[in-house]
Each structure stands twice: as structure tokens, then as C-alpha cells.
């Protein structure tokens, strides 16, 4: 399994991104798809994720700016990021879990927030 994250870059604080997760390869059966973050010096955590059923769930810091979303078509799922902030300035990774655990990572994506 293969996972290509993409939509990263430089906004200004208060400005909006979207990521997108492509998933792809021989997927056995799908838990559920997410974000994680890792900012400099800190530890990776949940930003949020999304079951194969359509639940959801967020980071505290994130709740009412972001939104994740999916295609599962496509096998790919959304961040979309609203009033940026410069505390949300980190890697940005998005992994897939299947069920009975197993946990893919894609490569990760630069989110810079400044003015």
C-alpha cells in the first residue's frame, strides 16, 4: 500500500489549504484513514481521522477549522484546513489502518504558516 500526500505549502496565518491522501495498492480491508502532524522538536500527533464508516474524529486544536473528508472511489481523503494558524506549522502525514491494525504512512507535506 502506497500513499501520496500533496497540498502543502506556505499560507498566511488566518489563510486556508487542502490536502489530499491518495491511497493506492492492494488494500486489504480498511479501519479507517487519517492526519497526523509533527512539528519541529515535537512529537507526532492526531490532527484528524476518518473510519470506513464515515465517523470522525479531531484534535481538540483543530475542531471547528478543519475538516477531513473522503472519496472512497478514489481511496482518498481530504484535510481541509480554515484560519490557519501559526501553531499548525508542521510535516503533515496521513496513514491508512486496516483492520486488524496494520498502519501505512505516506511521506508526509510541508504546512507553513506566515506572514
Known amino acids: 500500500v502506497q500513499l501520496q500526500a500533496s497540498g502543502g505549502g506556505l499560507v498566511q496565518p488566518g489563510g486556508t489549504l487542502r490536502l489530499s491522501c491518495a491511497a493506492s495498492?492492494?488494500?486489504?480491508?480498511?479501519?479507517?484513514m487519517g492526519w497526523y502532524r509533527q512539528a519541529p522538536g515535537k512529537q507526532r500527533e492526531l490532527v484528524a481521522f476518518?473510519?470506513?464508516?464515515?465517523?470522525?474524529n479531531y484534535a481538540d486544536s483543530v475542531k471547528a477549522r478543519f475538516s477531513i473528508s473522503r472519496d472512497n472511489a478514489k481511496n482518498t481523503i481530504y484535510l481541509q484546513m480554515n484560519s490557519l494558524r501559526p501553531e499548525d506549522t508542521a510535516v503533515y502525514y496521513c496513514?491508512?489502518?486496516?483492520?486488524?491494525?496494520?498502519?501505512?504512512w505516506g511521506q508526509g507535506t510541508q504546512v507553513t504558516v506566515s506572514s
Open positions: 496513514n491508512l489502518v486496516e483492520v486488524g491494525g496494520v498502519t501505512y
Open positions: 495498492g492492494s488494500i486489504y480491508r480498511m479501519s479507517g
Open positions: 476518518i473510519t470506513s464508516r464515515g465517523s470522525t
